[in-house]
């Protein structure tokens, strides 16, 4: 089992800048990739980011070079840094976990809201 902790959503103004954490417990040495989604109202979850253990980054066209996500293995602990936001980021931001063996985990989500 994995268990998945977000923090540091918020509001935050066109342009801005926010970063989100994860912080991976539990069956955490066969977690491979970590990544983000996020959901607007109304629509499907959608990949954002991931990445690997060993560094390698895939992005959604919509955030590359705004978004950076990172990950410290020794801190079990990923990261997603968001500059230049834009209100169509506006959305409940999932950390995402898969493992090896068990399978997808999902944090709790945490709301990142853009105003104009």
């Known amino acids: 089992q994995v268990q998945l902790v977000e923090s540091g959503g918020g509001l935050v103004q066109a342009g801005g800048s926010l970063r989100l954490s994860c912080a991976a417990s539990?069956?955490?040495?066969?977690?491979?990739?970590m990544g983000w989604y996020r959901q607007a109202p109304g629509k499907q979850r959608e990949l954002v980011a991931t990445i690997t253990s060993g560094g390698y980054r895939n992005y959604a066209d919509s955030v590359k070079g705004r978004f950076t996500i990172s990950r410290d293995n020794a801190k079990n602990t990923e990261y997603l840094q968001m500059n230049s936001l834009k209100p169509e980021d506006t959305a409940v931001y999932y950390c995402y976990a898969r493992h090896t063996l068990y399978g997808a985990y999902w944090g709790q989500g945490t709301q990142v809201t853009v105003s104009s």
């Open positions: 539990g069956s955490i040495f066969s977690i491979d990739p």
